[in-house]
């Protein structure tokens, strides 16, 4: 049988409704952006980017720190599309690029989609694996220690480009981690 080789890493970033008080609960939160990138794995160039603000419906209202973290605004939210339309154009987006690996720092974001697409009643739309970066990173230092993507950057000697807790700028900044890890090995 023969194996299907994946010719991207789609590499996303979520960001979500959040607050330092206690007010959304984490199983309440939901996804107020989608960052995602293409990496091609032969030339380790991003092929293609999407980014969609969406908007939220248990807590619509964005809390000042939510804003302030994510610089997403409440207007962006407000002027974005629910979830459902959201995630079919996102859904769209990505098998326009068969043989794909879904991947993200950390597992958050993987959960955050399985919870959204339940709240929603959405099939969930990866079909491959899921690829923890997170981990590949401490992998490829031989630590144990968990790193955030702004120290990975650091400890590589990268840039952080763009603004940290902005879904797009996330995803580009973690394609340069693993760009340079997958080819420095």
């Not at 993200?104 to 959405?122: E, R, T, V």
Request: charged residues 25%; hydrophobic residues 35%; positive net charge.
């Amino acid at each position: 049988m023969k194996t299907k080789i994946s010719h991207y890493y789609l590499i996303v970033d979520l960001e979500a409704t959040c607050c330092d008080s206690g007010t959304i609960p984490r199983h309440e939160m939901e996804i107020i952006e989608i960052g995602a990138v293409m990496l091609n794995r032969a030339t380790w160039e991003i092929d293609s980017e999407f980014q969609q603000f969406i908007q939220p419906v248990r807590h619509p209202q964005l809390t000042g720190f939510c804003t302030k973290l994510t610089s997403i605004r409440q207007q962006d939210v407000d002027e974005a599309p629910k979830f459902v339309k959201a995630i079919s154009r996102f859904k769209e987006w990505i098998y326009s690029f068969p043989n794909h690996i879904f991947c993200s720092w950390g597992n958050y974001d993987k959960k955050q989609f399985i919870q959204d697409c339940a709240f929603h009643n959405f099939s969930y739309p990866f079909i491959s694996e899921h690829i923890n970066i997170k981990e590949e990173f401490s992998e490829y230092l031989g630590v144990s220690k968990k790193f955030g993507m702004a120290q990975a950057l650091n400890k590589l000697g990268i840039e952080l480009k763009g603004r940290h807790h902005r879904g797009i700028d996330d995803a580009r900044n973690i394609a340069s981690i693993y760009r340079q890890i997958k080819t420095k090995n």
